[in-house]
């Protein structure tokens, strides 16, 4: 099972708040069978906790420690959103990334998400990005 598919992606999604787009990358990775659903639950617990603000407009949303056993395989999500969303303190998120890792894998899957979004034209790229193929080929110039 790829970590990311085209079903894992939404593009031009528009969110009211934070919350809501929080939610809907918990969705793609319980949809795709990669958690189960109280790793939702755990995703906006963990956001409580501390923003999963990056910078350069990305989030990365994750469940809680606590979470693990929710997580059934490991699977990313990707949500666009052009328009941008409030994560609070002013920062403005274009895309969020939601992260499922199993056995410790989170952490490898995280290194290579930072890898690619440490720079912001990146980001850019996978904002403006038409298709699923696109925002796949960006994420996985890493490899």
């Known amino acids: 099972m790829s970590i990311l598919k085209k ?26 069978g990669y ?7 755990a995703m906006l617990k963990r956001e409580e906790l501390s923003s999963t603000y990056m910078g350069n ?6 469940g809680t420690d606590d979470a693990k056993t929710a997580v059934l395989n490991s699977g990313l999500s990707v949500v666009q959103v052009p ?11 274009k895309l969020l990334i939601g992260i499922a890792g199993k056995d410790g894998e ?3 899957i995280l290194s290579q998400i930072a890898i690619v979004c440490s ?4 980001v ?14 960006i994420l996985s110039e890493v490899n």
């Open 7 to 32: 079903e894992n992606i939404i593009l031009n999604s528009s969110v009211s708040e934070k919350t809501e787009a929080i939610k809907k990358t918990g969705e793609i990775l319980v949809e795709q």
């Open 35 to 41: 958690v189960s659903a109280d790793y939702i639950e």
């Open 57 to 62: 407009f990305l989030a990365i949303p994750h």
């Open 83 to 93: 328009n941008g969303v409030d994560f609070g303190d002013g920062n403005i998120v």
């Open 106 to 108: 989170h952490l490898e």
């Open 119 to 122: 720079e912001v034209e990146n």
């Open 124 to 137: 850019e790229k996978l904002v403006a990005a038409k298709t699923e193929e696109e925002i796949i080929e």
